[in-house]
């Protein structure tokens, strides 16, 4: 069993930036392949950003390409996900999502991931 908690979400201006980290129990971190969701309000949850086991490939939502960076720390047990030039669309609860199961930088599809935190808001500004 993994616990995952997310924390740095915020409100920010739009064309600023944040740094959400996903803090992940367990010594068997880097075994698991991890991946960044977000839903907004009325939206469904979708995929943001994906990361494999070794942090050496990572796949980005068309949204969000050029704009965020997804990064892992296996000797911290965390995941990260840098945020530039927010726009107010970004404006989401984002979910930092794992399995030990997926292979290369995950799936796009949230009901592929066996442990999810409990979200952090992101608020951007217009």
């Known amino acids: 069993q993994v616990q995952l908690v997310e924390s740095g979400g915020g409100l920010v201006q739009a064309g600023g930036s944040l740094r959400l980290s996903c803090a992940a129990s367990?010594?068997?971190?880097?075994?698991?392949?991890m991946g960044w969701f977000r839903q907004a309000p009325g939206k469904e949850r979708e995929f943001v950003a994906g990361i494999s086991r070794n942090g050496r490939l990572t796949s980005y939502a068309d949204s969000v390409k050029g704009r965020f960076t997804i990064s892992r720390d296996n000797a911290e047990n965390t995941v990260y996900l840098q945020m530039n030039s927010l726009k107010p669309e970004d404006s989401a609860v984002y979910y930092c999502a794992g399995d030990r199961t997926l292979m290369g930088t995950g799936s796009i599809s949230g009901s592929r991931y066996d442990y999810w935190g409990q979200g952090t808001q992101v608020t951007v500004s217009s």
């Open positions: 367990g010594r068997t971190f880097s075994s698991v392949v």
